[in-house]
């Protein structure tokens, strides 16, 4: 099933997954997706690691998910350091392997500089959109930014350019993670201004390290609010406390956005499945309520 379908029931509850490192064995993540398959998602995302380096193992991974535990699967897809008979290639296996749905993005730059933007055949990821688009079945994921993308010039230009890409195809948008959810609520009012109306996946990460956090908002330009701060600088050097407290931070900020009637939530699970499950329990009787109730457009 295409996933622009799954969210005519909305709220969608969807994960994400990893592949491994080269060097570690690829059956870490399975066991991964056995232990996450229970808990019943729409579907599960699968990355494409910094600069392409898993990309062997994400069409094998979505395989996996989608054919062997039912489950539909998202794989992801950048595009900064491929070729278009690449990206055809996979776009191919994934067809192959009765995969329906892609996330297009265009991806980190390679950290050894070996890819020059200017110089590759794909220069934004509302380029590869149009090419999938063009490809022709799948529905295609793009990502967006509600504290803005750390490369845009402001504001403004991050909403044109994620504009350029519903306009090149995008079905659904899932956002990168954010820790205050007023963010969220302010970037959805923007998208309303500029009219773009397809569903939002709201993206969550349970915090359980601090120094783990820290690098990842740098690099992506999210904040983290004083409430949290607060939370971390306390907690920082007893890894259970901080486990829990970040748990229970996650789930009240998906409880929120649940009441608030968000189109759905992805959970970034950082492959720890007992994570994802706590969290995930703890919202179980309002997703089942919700569930139960769902309006269909």
């Known amino acids: 099933m295409k996933i622009k ?6 709220p969608v509850i969807s994960l994400e997954i990893f592949p491994p490192k080269p060097e570690t064995s690829i059956d870490t993540v ?22 392409g380096s898993s990309k062997s193992h994400t069409v094998q991974i979505a395989d996996i998910i989608k054919n062997k535990y039912g489950i539909e699967a998202l794989a992801h897809l950048t595009c900064i350091s491929s070729t278009k008979k690449e990206v055809e290639d996979i776009l191919a296996r994934l067809r192959s392997s009765n995969i329906e749905n892609v996330l297009a993005l265009r991806g980190d730059r390679p950290q050894d500089g070996t890819c020059i933007l200017e110089e590759a055949e794909y220069g934004y990821a509302k380029d590869l959109i149009a ?4 490809f022709g079945g799948f529905s295609i994921g793009a990502a967006c930014y509600p504290e803005v993308h750390v490369e845009a010039r402001d504001s403004l230009s991050d909403l044109r350019s994620l504009k350029a890409k519903v306009e090149s195809g995008a079905d ?3 956002t990168q993670l954010f820790l205050d959810n007023n963010f ?14 397809i569903p939002v996946s709201a993206g969550i990460m349970p915090v359980i390290n601090k120094k783990q956090i820290e690098r990842i908002t740098s690099l992506c330009g999210a904040s983290i ?40 939530i992805h959970l970034y699970t ?8 706590k969290i995930i329990g703890q919202i179980s009787n309002i997703r089942s309520y919700l569930g139960n109730n769902i309006k269909y457009a």
């Open 225 to 264: 609010p004083a409430k949290f701060k607060r939370i971390l600088d306390k907690y920082e050097n007893n890894p259970e406390a901080l486990k829990e407290a970040g748990i229970a931070y996650a789930a009240e900020q998906i409880i929120d956005l649940l009441s608030s009637g968000v189109d759905g």
């Open 172 to 174: 659904f948008l899932i």
């Open 5 to 10: 379908e799954l969210f005519n029931k909305s």
């Open 30 to 51: 399975f066991d991964t997706i056995d232990a996450l398959s229970d808990l019943k998602p729409d579907f599960i995302s699968v990355t494409y690691g910094a600069g």
């Open 131 to 134: 090419h999938i688009r063009n």
């Open 270 to 277: 950082m492959n720890k499945p007992e994570v994802a499950r």
């Open 184 to 197: 969220f609520y302010d970037f959805k009012e923007k998208l309303d201004l500029i009219d773009v109306n």
